[in-house]
């Protein structure tokens, strides 16, 4: 295989050289990944693995484009009933577009190994924040990313289709400010390999900060555990803390597990909902989060409350995304109101201090003299 230097343009011959070996350019010096050929795209860079898939940055030559490649590992056990999710994941996210989701654009087999892509996005995702070494957030700009997220969601929770792992990794804004959704295939392929399996592995499938209480409870949720995602995301991005907290992993994601109340009755302390799969909200010492307001006083109120009702430890006391929505677009359209008069005010009042000044006297404004 021949490699083309980034740097100088010069051309070299890889044959022989381990796929990702590191080399240096003979005639720069610049550091070059040997890349791996996988029918029609190019492996450029190893991302890491999660679950069973080996994850690559890549170029795909038919399609003259980036993409990000997840690769299916043909040695492990299970790998038919693996595959069979894998490929029906692959074929519904294939239909699932909207401008702020990441869409399977690619799926197929090469020599035996199964493998999906999605667009390689340029940017950032959420997760570069640092609340400890970065200035909070501006706000505005906060609500409008999850505005974004949530009109997103809101298209494939309509056709009830949850990420199951809403997080700062998985939030992405591009070089053009364009926010997206990504590793909606990952996720729910992770999630329902763990469903069949019934099993939970918080080291490969979650984001302990943001795992909802009935996912942690019950390894299930539904897209109402997108919702209690969605909530500890905007909360974590406007305040710089998590909304659950712990010395290790395990004490984060079990903090959100709430203590059963003693009972005086023999009342059945699970609810009545089986879809929820959660004891009864009355049954249980639940302590929410610390309200926004307390962490960073200016912000709104009612967004405050409803980003703590999205937090709800029962499913069904969770607003739809929907209804976020909603939210989202009124609390903003009050804003720029808000915005609008304060803007008018400020040039009436201007208008009315503007006044002549009389002649002036040696060079000096008789405005100035007693």
Do not use: W
Not at 16 to 43: H, M, N, R, W, Y
Not at 331 to 339: G, I, L, S, T
């Amino acid at each position: 295989m021949e490699i083309i230097c980034s740097k100088c343009a010069k051309t070299l011959d890889a044959d022989g050289v381990e796929a990702f070996t590191q080399c240096e350019c003979s005639e720069c010096g610049a550091l070059l990944i040997v890349p791996k050929k996988f029918g029609d795209l190019i492996l450029q860079n190893s991302l890491g693995r999660k679950s069973c898939f080996d994850i690559y940055e890549g170029f795909d030559l038919s399609r003259n484009m980036a993409e990000t490649v997840f690769v299916m590992d043909n040695t492990i056990p299970e790998y038919d009933a693996l595959l069979r999710i894998a490929r029906e994941e692959a074929a519904l996210l294939s239909a699932l577009k909207q401008t702020n989701i990441s869409p399977i654009i690619n799926t197929g087999e090469v020599d035996g190994v199964f493998f999906a892509s999605e667009p390689f996005m340029d940017g950032y995702s959420m997760s570069s924040y640092n609340s400890d070494s970065h200035s909070p957030l501006e706000i505005e700009n906060v609500i409008e990313i999850m505005k974004s997220a949530a009109m997103g969601l809101a298209t494939a929770h309509h056709r009830d289709i949850p990420h199951h792992d809403i997080s700062p990794e998985n939030i992405h804004v591009d070089a053009r400010g364009n926010v997206r959704i990504k590793n909606y295939f990952l996720s729910r392929f992770i999630y329902k390999q763990e469903e069949k399996q019934n099993t939970l592995n918080i080291h490969s499938s979650v984001s302990p900060y943001f795992i909802s209480p009935e996912k942690t409870e019950t390894a299930v949720e539904d897209k109402r555990g997108d919702v209690f995602s969605y909530g500890a995301l905007f909360y974590f991005l406007l305040t710089g803390k998590y909304p659950f907290n712990g010395r290790n992993e395990l004490e984060i994601i079990y903090s959100r597990i709430k203590k059963i109340k003693v009972r005086k009755d023999s009342e059945d302390i699970y609810s009545e909902d089986a879809s929820t799969n959660l004891m009864n909200p009355d049954a249980v010492e639940y302590a929410p989060p610390h309200p926004l307001g307390k962490l960073r006083p200016e912000i709104n109120e009612e967004l405050s409350a409803m980003i703590m009702k999205a937090l709800s430890y029962y499913p069904p006391s969770r607003p739809t995304v929907t209804h976020i929505l909603d939210f989202i677009n009124q609390y903003q359209a009050e804003q720029d109101k808000e915005k609008n008069f304060v803007s008018i005010q400020r040039k009436m009042i201007l208008a009315k201090t503007v006044v002549a000044l009389p002649p002036k006297k040696n060079g000096i404004s008789a405005l100035f003299k007693h």
